[in-house]
């Protein structure tokens, strides 16, 4: 067994990674079609069993989303007597908070208590891998629950949620990733899915987490101080994390295991530049949505926000809050009507 190898810095990711990469550019002689053709014909393995559930349990997320926004969030909401256009949020983050708190303990309990190395040694991802092996049933679990959420997740962004300035950016996240995901199963790179699912899964907690809070801050028409107080450590927490988690130790962690140490373990791996391609595209958008929290963060030094609010959401008209569109508002929600906002919205492209 070998030793741990010791995380890398930044410069160090940098120089080896370029020097990883360039070199496989050079060695690639027979780059193209044909070489994906054939590579994707040795190497990719799915049985048509393993694509029906997975599509059996993207109808499953969509319909139990369904069921849980009727039966259980919108009427807490009505309990709670949230004010109309929280009302009409909520369910979709308590929707996703369900899910994400799931999903991480799972990974974690996977990467720490289970047994596997991969959170601590990183490069150990690739140690045994070999062509068509058999994926552990634990981790073929995650595979089949994150990949199939964020398969519903697509349907969900356009048709469920609320509509945001970065919804299209959403859309092109869950792609990339519900391609990562499907394509590390068929060539058996799970090892290296558990890891970016475990370092993606927890900011998302505490974004929803705080989000919960704001809705819930001001019920029955009454303002809630200790509600008002978590949502705003839960800000500095979610910035805290989404910088430590994503931008730290997923490029040192991940990153540096796929370009760098990957052709170590596996001089000639399949699909190597595709892989790297949809992970730097991940980190771009970790990076643009990073920048709405430092705008975020200098909006509330600054001054320009008084109380805690998703900058990535559209700005309501105060002069209407009240008026018929508040009312027209609250029948939308109740009949399932697609919001942007709490405003009712035809959600195209």
Known sequence: MQAPEPMPSYEQLVRRSYRSLVGALRSCTDCGWELSRRTWAENARLAWTEALVFLLCV?????????????????????????????????ESAW??????????????????????FFHDPPSVFYDWERG?????????VYLLQGSFYAHSIYATLYMDVWRKDSVVMLIHHVVTLTLIVFSYVFRYHNIGILVL?????????????????????????YHRLNDTISN????????SWFWFRLYWFPLKVLYATCHTSLQSVPNIPFYFFFNVLLFILTLMNIYWFLYIVVFVAKILLG????????????IDAASKKTDKELHLHNSWKEGNHLKNGIVKDKRL
Request: charged share 20%; net charge neutral.
């Open 59 to 91: 109808a499953g997320w969509t319909l139990a989303r369904r069921a849980a926004s009727r039966y259980l969030f919108r009427p807490v909401a009505e309990w709670c007597q949230l004010p109309p256009k929280d009302a009409a949020k909520m369910p």
């Open 96 to 117: 996703k908070l369900s899910f994400y708190i799931i999903s991480w303990l799972y990974s974690t309990y996977l990467l720490f208590f289970a047994g596997y190395p």
């Open 133 to 141: 092996m058999e994926v552990p049933l634990d981790i073929a679990l």
């Open 198 to 222: 475990f370092l993606h899964d927890f900011s998302d907690i505490q974004l929803e987490f705080t989000k919960l809070n704001v809705y819930f801050k001001y019920r029955g028409g009454i």
């Open 233 to 240: 450590a839960g800000c500095v927490s979610f910035s805290v």
């Open 304 to 315: 320009h926000m008084q109380e805690v609010k998703d900058i990535r959401e559209y700005d």
